[in-house]
């Protein structure tokens, strides 16, 4: 056989190889939630939560997803913002933040992911948290 006859037909068999895998069903899981674990955003700038299911659940302690943080005053205005990669169960503020009253945690994307496998968890909306900080 020529070379470039066997390149192309191996190259063909590998493509078609690769196109007859068959797609895993993408897995939802709408129970899925933030858990608060501990909160002194107002006296020490710690914030603490993980995702759980049911929110009242046990920790899951293998999933993760990025997460946007904003904190608001009494009067509903914003006073701080921020990114986290929802990896560590804390969040550190600069400072503590004495004005702070509520405080919103909102998924990025409509999915968690398992840390061990990499698999994602997809949920129908991306999941939210609103919390009332004592």
């Known amino acids: ?41 107002r006296t020490q700038g710690v914030f603490e939560c993980c995702i759980a299911r049911p929110a009242d659940g046990p920790c899951i302690e293998n999933l993760f997803t990025a997460y946007e943080t904003l904190v608001y005053d009494a009067a509903g205005k914003e006073i701080w913002s921020g990114l986290w990669m929802g990896e560590k169960r804390n969040i550190r503020f600069a400072r503590p933040l004495p004005e702070a009253r509520t405080m919103t945690l909102r998924a990025l994307k409509p999915f968690v992911i398992n840390r061990t496998g990499g698999a994602r968890i997809y949920q129908h909306k991306p999941i939210e948290l609103k919390v009332i900080l004592r």
């Not at 020529?2 to 709408?30: C, H, K, M, N």
């Open 1 to 41: 056989m020529r070379p470039e006859i066997w390149f192309l037909t191996a190259f063909s068999f590998a493509w078609v190889g690769l196109g007859g895998q068959q797609q895993e069903s993408p897995v939802y899981d709408d129970l899925l939630s933030f858990k608060v674990i501990g909160e002194s955003v």
